[in-house]
């Protein structure tokens, strides 16, 4: 009952519609590339171009359903939880 990250590893968070652990995934990596080019306290046009990377990964990754912002079902749908539900 518990999903796996991309690695086959359980993640400890229950099957859900939305993949958690491969979203937690995806933004350690975004923060590690970000840090790696940026540092990890950017100053001046740095921090600006660090700041307006981070949005645009967000704006690509995240939707707002019923005015919330959560993972794009598109690119985070749990496989093993629409196992359950199809019938």
Avoid: C
């Avoid at 359980?10 to 080019?37: A, H, V």
């Avoid at 171009?49 to 749908?77: A, C, H």
């Amino acid at each position: 009952m518990f999903e796996k990250n991309s690695n086959n590893e359980l993640t400890g968070n229950y099957i859900s519609e939305i993949n958690q652990g491969l979203f937690k995934e995806k933004i350690g990596e975004l923060y590690k590339r970000l840090n790696d080019k940026y540092g990890k306290n950017p100053i001046g046009k740095a921090a600006e171009d660090y700041k307006n990377e981070r949005q645009v990964w967000f704006d690509y990754n995240m939707e707002t359903i019923d005015g919330k912002k959560r993972p794009k079902l598109s690119i985070y749908e749990n496989k093993d939880f629409k196992k359950f539900t199809d019938p």
